[in-house]
């Protein structure tokens, strides 16, 4: 039988402590997946590793900022009969974001590139009067081989979010952004 897992974004220190993870920075070529948007090309992206040597999960995050935007992205995998169950993108974005930052949502979708479908979520955060239109995307990247290319059993997803200063994200942007999201091959 196979284990569900809730894709709940890792809180990467509490992660760490006392369950056998360890914590490391890695470097852009470790990072699974590249997101570069146009938005945050003139910051300096941050990556960072947790990996459970016990279940094999694999926990990787890139966040990035520039004056007026800025973007995080997690690369999620696991190995042998787990694997990742979706979860509301709402319920994620909420627990990859500061809790006292007022969240609006907006609408959602799927955009599709090719056999790639990515879902988004389109929200608005206001942070100290700041308004700023963000996207969230959701896209699952490798599938449990025992079931194939059925949505809901990925074995290793890309997970995050692009907010910048201005209005709310249109469904056009979400078909931008998720061009800019793609494999680190």
């Given amino acids: ?31 699974p997946v590249v997101f570069a948007p146009q938005e945050v090309m003139d910051g ?11 279940t094999g999960a694999d926990y990787r995050r890139m ?3 520039s004056r007026r935007a800025f973007a995080e992205m997690l690369y999620l995998s696991t190995v042998g009969d787990y694997v990742f169950r979706g979860a509301a993108l709402q319920q ?12 609006t949502w907006g609408d959602s979708g799927t955009t599709s590139r090719g056999a790639v479908e990515t879902r988004w979520q389109a929200f608005e955060l206001n942070a100290d009067g700041v308004r700023m239109g963000c996207m ?21 997803i890309a997970l995050g979010y692009l907010c910048r200063q201005g209005p709310a994200m249109t469904e056009g942007d979400a078909v931008r952004i998720a061009a800019v999201l793609r494999e680190n091959v």
Avoid: F
């Fill in 63 to 65: 966040t990035i900022g």
């Fill in 92 to 103: 994620s974005v909420r627990q990859m974001i500061k809790d006292d930052l007022e969240i």
């Fill in 136 to 156: 969230a995307l959701r896209r699952e990247l490798k599938h449990h081989a025992e079931v194939g290319n059925v949505p809901d059993t990925a074995q290793a």
């Fill in 1 to 31: 039988m196979r284990t569900w897992l809730a894709i709940l974004p890792p809180l990467w220190l509490a992660a760490c402590a006392g369950a056998g993870m360890s914590e490391k920075p890695i470097t852009a070529d470790e990072m």
């Fill in 44 to 54: 300096e992206p941050r990556y960072e590793r947790v990996y459970d040597g016990r």
